[in-house]
């Protein structure tokens, strides 16, 4: 892997993932029943060491070492983070827990936990997908979660506020039918991923069961630049929507229960979407100049 590449990219996603879980960590904290002294305690702890975590990303030179360390020192704290999160997700879902963090909300924040920690480890062990692949999976992991953002959106509007909550669920199905079309995409040109699924979970990481794995390799096809293209112009018109319903909120001029840092919270992820999809967007236009 290119070192310029490694410093940068790893800089670009911790300087943005590390504020985005130290926000996740105070909207749990937020959404608690007040009596959960314990796990309130263990946010108000997370809130600190990400916020701690981002001010030294901010400081770290472009320097290989200094950025290795950061991702070896990040990556463990988000193994902590998942956990706590699965343990409020799991409690929450076998209704051992009240409050006011929906299910899917703890899981999509999981997800982007995930998702954060699965990349430091690529990039720290030098790991990258050939680039349908990895095209894909940055598509279909932006177009759940902006789609997932539409509904929670929809899901804490007033239920009086009935055109804004009509417009946030249309979103919600714009983006479903796109990640569906991703989905079939995904199976046309990456098989193996769909091999992947039908197996146990347990079974990554160990070598594959004999006639496993033979599938053919992943492709680029022309349609993928046109997909890539549709995805990030349904970005920027959830983004636009995000920055109109932010500045809604700070003024207090629609009924909900959407903070102005969840808002804005909303919008910093579709704005970083943006900036993955223009990243796969040029390699897709140097993969078809070549
Ligand atoms: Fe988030
Ligand atoms: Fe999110």
Redesign the pocket.
Known sequence: MDQAYFITESLRLNRFWLQ?MS??AL?IREGLPCGETQLINEARQFEQLFAALKARADQTPNNREAVLALNRDVIPALDRFIAFKTNVLNRTITCRIGGFNYPLLMD??RR?AIRFRARLLELNNGISSPLAEMALEEEIFWLR?MGDHARFIAHLLDPSERPLVKQAQQFGKSFETLRLQGEDLQSMLVPRDYENHLLPADIMGCPLPPGFGNLQHPFVIPRLQRFNGEVIGATMEIRDFKATALALIERCQVLSLISPLLAS??LR?AQMALEDLAMIERQLNKDRAE
């Open positions: 985005i926000e996740h909207f999509h924040i982007e979660i919270h909303v992820e």
